[in-house]
């Protein structure tokens, strides 16, 4: 079976994380990294044992003919390179959020298939071993009829948070779901409703965002809905980002920092009763996962996950037309909270909601604000209450 040539573009946290996962993966070779930084490329570069490194990115393509290039640099270059290096047809995985906009969701989408390669975000919880053994009990009919989902984050300001660890709460909450048919969604900042002042820069790069606090209803196919809840807490908190599934027969629990997911056999949880007891599903590790070698395992699922689909000549389960649908989700959320009406997927206008909404009333895009998500927050909350 074929060998897939992988090479980093970026080698900060994320792109140890995912240069990690390619390295240690039976069916993936670790090709090559790039990254402007030459200090953080040669650090990286010896703690993988990687020897061809790069500051020029179509220079690494055109001597290295990598399969696969990961893209996990800040938000505000993903669009910009993901085109670049799809230029010179090449798979491509990038970090979340994979873009801004749905308007370059949508070229990045049409650039690969123009150029017959395979687009993915690097959503590496959804394919996961946890996840893989709520998608197996799901699959054993060990809840019956799916009904209700429930997902949040890790309790980050709503509109940071949705842009940050959205695409993964959206992902957990499509596994088994089908399609999101329409999005009903109402956004508070400072206890009131939204207004276009609120429309402000994200922390991170990560675009555009608006809301404090972020309750939104989807609405998916087979009569199931889902409630999605994006709510600042005092201090963000991983074991905050959980998601649930309630079936007619049983219930399904996935929690992302403890990387663990449990089946209650009953849909109804009374703390006394012995029938209600949560039983922890073993997790389902990928083929030829070694777990002495300290690589946390999602990310091993996530380049098994990619190496089936270029084997199968399919997308990713986090790539092509799911990762444009849940770009659909999370800027419908926006859209949702700025006209405070339902919006139905997929929607014809493809720019960005919260900026058009801004502009609707005679206002320019957002003044630029810190990007540490600490110094923006200060920021953020002096502004609040200066209103």
Known sequence: MKTYRAAILGCGGRGRAAGAGYRSHPRTDLVALCDLDQARLDTLG???????????????????????VAIPTATEFHYPLAMRVLEHGVNIEVEKPPCWDLAEA?????KAQEKGVRFAVHSQGPVGPAMQAVIQAYNEGRIGRLRYVTGSDKGYYAGYGLMNMGFHVISYLCRLTGRCRSVAASGVTGGRPVTPQDVVTSPSGMGTIAAENITATLQFDH?????????????NDSIAHVTEWYG???????????????????????PDGERDQWQRLEPVY????????????????YVEEYVRALDEGRDHWC??????????IMMGVFESVAYRRQVDLPQPHRDHPLLRWR????LD????????????????????RSM
């Open 46 to 68: 010896e703690e993988l044992g990687v020897a061809a490194r790069y500051n020029d990115l179509d220079l690494m393509i055109e001597e290295t003919r990598p399969d696969i």
């Open 106 to 110: 949508d070229a990045i989408r049409a």
């Open 223 to 235: 009569s199931v809905a889902a409630t999605l809840l994006l709510h600042r807490l005092p201090a």
């Open 248 to 270: 007619t027969e049983g219930r399904l629990l996935y929690n992302y920092k403890l990387a663990a997911s449990w089946w209650l056999p009953h849909p109804h949880f009374l």
């Open 286 to 301: 990928p083929d030829g996962y070694d777990p002495e070698s300290g690589v946390w395992p999602d990310e091993v699922s």
């Open 319 to 328: 790539g092509g037309d799911n990762a444009v649908h849940i770009m659909e």
């Open 359 to 362: 502009g609707e009333h005679g």
């Open 365 to 384: 895009d957002p003044a630029p604000m810190p990007r540490p998500y600490r110094e923006w927050a200060a920021a953020e909350d002096a502004r609040i």
